[in-house]
């Protein structure tokens, strides 16, 4: 499963280029920001507890992502600065979306390349080495594999598409969720599949998309578990639509907040 | 957007709904993964043979004009011609042309994406010439009316007992068959076996073309390719400028990446190469090499989307790809289906045929993952997006929403007031759960998903000291 990135390849070792700073901060994405507070005060709960005096930037709004894939990439590009302008003074920048680290690191260079602008494309380019999936920060910057969470349920994890094939970070998950204590980890088949959500996709296609996630969850309810968990709200908010709407009883949580419980002062 | 639902949109809804369908293409693709997956995954250098394979279809993509003369000049001197078409019409008329000649009312084919795109054979047949479909799947596509559905496997579609009713209906002129594969298939053996002995003229297509030697190559699993390209007095193949490559030595690294990448096969069954004429051994006595254009040099031209014509036709990404899965080839409307086609046939065939195509994948990379010569399926579907949008494919009403979207997501203040907007419906859950069927783009995505709950307050209330802080 090696493909994507090219500068920043996962490896056992803790990455040299960022080091564990107070200049750290949460990119929360717009998305988190309108529908999911509870994800963005899990995450800040979890860094604050691992050490890391994280912050959350004030005026960020939305990495372009939306408009980049759906095919309105030039009105992605005033996006890509005002990101970057709001995030250079950072040394690194932990995001709580795979698809959105995904496309500040593929794509923003691509994007900055449009405008010929010298000091944008170099800006853009040393940004996607200090931006972070969430969990990938904590296992390979901090080299933290247990964040001494509580947490006693069965739950199973979908890798998401991003997560899996662009940052290439599935054993981060993994990794942090075994440690999870009285968490029961099953295995999900068939969990390389998309969901069936793809942002627009399942606005434009929404019959296929639909096909797609009966065929998810059904593999979800194989499972036995309670939770499914995964690093993107987004395929959640997809995947719970669905579960909650044939009653599955199943529900759906960002890691973050599973991360969350159990620790000192946390709740769950 | 709905009611008004156009190409892939219109037609993947239709071939979603039928379920024997479905499962056909569930359980062939997932046997063919599976089997992809064991092959590859026992060659030490996989990822290094992919990246040979990507380097060579890039150097011949660079040097097509050079290497394309060079090919000509090899196959002329072994006796063979070499014919130039720009395009579809050209292409039929050089063949018919050449048919005629040999004045023959029937003629034997291999399987050929590239006569598919140019719709060889109904050419040929307005001009009273039935050319007939050798390859097994492609014989039941051509007797049963139908249009083929996958890359490799045309009659993916059909299941075993499909086929066996339409074999004792058409070539096995009523007689029962039995139930194993190898009973059906002895009829199509039958009937074949005397038309290949009775052929004057046989078309093919080209998998690779070595422009050093003039050596074509065509690779096949039955044999019947290897009759038609063997025993009838005239060869003709056809093949896009794209399938030529340098020397002998890159046909060896591509004939490891096709098979395993494809039918999931360490090495390819039938695999026949020819330089020229032989006149002093048995085989055709005239062969004529058919190069088309058709598109590929526009391909060509635009560097976010060259790649696309590294495509060596494995179909690989089609059986990983989700959405395929679900609907299957016809809905693509294409020769060329799956992520591939989505977005091959948007370049060849443009955006009155193909436009939608580019919107029927939700990005999730399983095809670039599996791609023996590693192309950027997602980037350049991304790319035609963008493409496809400027040619006025999408509706008004996304442009003017994504719009308004850029605008307020560009500024921090606009960005604020939506999300108190937001935070204010928090307040009628019930108002938004009875009206989100009624919004545009919300109300078939609400009709298989629960409305999220939206959250009353934001986000810092719950983060203590720190959050006061910075939120």
């Known amino acids: 499963m090696v493909f994507g990135l090219v500068e920043v390849q996962c490896t056992d070792q803790p990455r040299c280029e960022v080091t564990v700073s ?28 691992l050490d890391v005096e994280v912050s959350i930037v004030e005026g960020q709004t939305c990495c372009g992502q ?14 890509v600065r005002a990101f970057i302008d709001r995030f250079k003074d950072f040394d690194a920048i932990v995001s709580i979306s795979g698809s959105c680290t995904a496309m500040v690191r593929e794509q923003y260079r691509r994007l900055a390349l449009r405008t010929h602008d010298q000091k944008l494309i170099n800006a853009a380019e040393e940004l996607s080495k200090r931006i972070f999936e969430f969990t990938d920060y904590i296992t390979k910057v901090l080299g933290i594999e247990s964040t001494g969470s509580y947490f006693p349920h069965r739950v199973t994890y979908h890798p ?14 993994v990794n942090l969720l075994k440690n999870v204590e009285g968490l029961e980890l099953v295995e999900l088949p068939n969990a390389e599949q998309c969901c069936g959500f793809g942002g627009t996709f399942s606005v434009k296609n929404e019959p296929v998309s639909s096909a797609m996630l009966f065929d998810k969850m059904a593999n979800i309810e194989k499972t036995g578990a309670e939770i499914l968990v995964a690093l993107d709200n987004s395929c959640l908010m997809h995947i719970g639509g669905g579960l909650k709407k044939i009653n599955s009883g199943i529900s759906v949580m960002h890691i973050a907040e599973i991360l969350a419980s159990g620790l000192d002062g946390g709740s769950s | ?33 599976n089997k992809r997956y064991q092959v590859t995954g026992e060659v030490d250098d996989w990822e290094y043979l992919r990246e040979r394979g990507r380097e060579i279809k890039d150097y011949s993509l660079a040097h097509l004009d050079q290497l394309l003369s060079q090919l000509e000049d090899s196959i002329s001197n072994k006796g063979g011609k070499v014919h130039f078409a720009v395009n579809a019409k050209q292409a039929n008329e050089i063949i018919y042309s050449i048919v005629q000649t040999h004045q023959v009312k029937e ?50 579609h059909k299941n075993r007992s499909e086929i066996r009713e339409l074999f004792e209906k058409t070539i096995a002129s009523g007689r029962h068959l039995g139930q194993t594969p190898a009973e ?37 699993s039955e044999g019947n390719g290897r009759m038609c390209i063997t025993l009838p007095e005239v060869l003709i193949s056809v093949m896009g400028i794209e399938k030529v490559i340098p020397t002998m030595e890159d046909l060896g690294v591509m004939l490891e990446l096709l098979p395993r990448s494809s039918t999931g096969e360490r090495m390819n069954p039938y695999t026949s190469m020819w330089s020229g004429l032989y006149p002093d051994n048995d085989g055709p006595k005239e062969f004529h090499l058919v190069v088309l254009d058709n598109g590929r040099t526009k391909v060509l031209r635009d560097p976010s989307s060259r790649a696309t014509l590294r495509c060596i036709r494995c179909s690989a990404c089609l059986n990983v790809c989700p959405v395929y899965e679900r609907v299957g080839g016809h809905a693509y409307d294409s020769v060329y289906p799956g992520p591939i086609g989505a977005i091959l046939s948007p370049q060849l065939f443009g955006p009155s045929r193909s436009g939608t195509l580019p919107w029927a994948s939700t990005l999730c990379g399983a095809c670039y993952e599996v791609c023996p010569v590693k192309i950027d399926i997602p980037s350049i579907l991304v790319h035609q997006r963008e493409q496809m949008i400027n040619k006025a494919v999408a509706p008004r009403g996304e442009q003017v929403l994504f719009r308004v979207m850029a605008v307020v997501l ?18 009628y859950p019930r108002i938004v759960k009875a009206l989100a069927p009624m919004v545009p783009m919300a109300s078939q995505w609400v009709t298989t998903r629960e409305v999220p709950d939206i959250p009353s307050r934001n986000w810092g209330d719950d983060l203590g000291r720190h959050g006061e802080e910075h939120g």
């Open chain 1, 22 to 49: 107070d200049r750290t901060s949460l990119f929360i994405s717009c998305f988190n920001d309108f529908f999911y507070p509870q994800t963005i005060e899990a995450a800040t709960r979890v860094l604050r507890h």
């Open chain 1, 66 to 79: 939306i408009h980049y894939n759906t095919g309105y990439a030039d009105m992605a590009v005033p996006l």
């Open chain 1, 160 to 173: 998401t598409c991003h997560s899996l094939r662009s940052l290439n970070i599935y054993q981060s998950a």
């Open chain 2, 1 to 33: 957007m709905e009611g008004q639902a156009k190409g892939f949109q219109g037609s993947s809804r239709q071939f979603l709904a039928n379920s024997q369908l479905r499962s056909n293409l569930r359980h062939a693709t997932s046997t063919i993964r």
């Open chain 2, 107 to 156: 003629l034997v084919k291999v399987k050929s994406l590239t006569t598919d795109e140019i719709e060889l054979n109904r050419f040929l047949e307005d001009k009273g010439i039935h050319p007939l479909e050798t390859d097994l799947a492609e014989l039941i596509v051509q007797l049963a009316n139908d249009k083929p559905s996958h890359i490799l496997v045309p009659a993916i």
């Open chain 2, 184 to 220: 059906i298939a002895e009829a199509s053996r039958l009937y074949l076996r005397e038309k290949f002995l009775s052929a004057k003229v046989a078309i093919s297509g080209v998998n690779f073309a070595v422009a050093e030697t003039g050596t074509i190559c065509v690779v096949e």
């Open chain 2, 410 to 427: 560009s500024s921090p203040i606009l960005y604020g007031v939506s999300k108190s907007i937001i935070r204010s419906m928090a307040r």
